[in-house]
């Protein structure tokens, strides 16, 4: 049950800040379609490194890092921000 508990966790906290992306996407000046694919081509790498870092440190170290990379980007982003003056930082998470 716990093992379950944790699996929906983890579900919910992932498709929504992937959807959040995609939406805060349409912020960043710019191309939106370039932007798109610049965010695609960043998800890839992304995936790759964590690949890698799942097979040296493990999943759980891993997703621990992510999630405290996550709370100080969201933290930052959220001290920052003002009036509209979050672009940059707001880049630097989608591309994170």
Same mark, same amino acid.
């Given at each position: ?17 992937? =959807?959040?992306? %995609? =939406? ?8 939106? =379609? ?9 998800? +890839? ?6 690949? &890698? ?8 170290? &891993?997703?621990? %890092?992510? =999630? +405290? ?7 930052? %982003?959220? +001290? ?9 930082? %707001?880049?630097? +998470?989608?591309?994170?």
């Amino acid at each position: 049950m716990t093992n379950l508990i944790c699996l929906i966790f983890i579900w919910i906290s992932v498709s929504f800040g992937y =959807y959040l992306i %995609l =939406y805060e996407l349409k912020y960043i000046k710019g191309d939106l =379609y370039l932007n798109g694919i610049v965010s695609s081509l960043s998800e +890839i790498a992304a995936d790759v490194a964590a690949g &890698v870092l799942i097979a040296y440190v493990g999943i759980k170290r &891993v997703l621990q %890092l992510s =999630y +405290i990379i996550s709370f100080i980007g969201m933290l930052s %982003l959220i +001290i920052y921000s003002r009036n509209g003056d979050n672009v940059y930082i %707001l880049a630097i +998470i989608v591309l994170g």
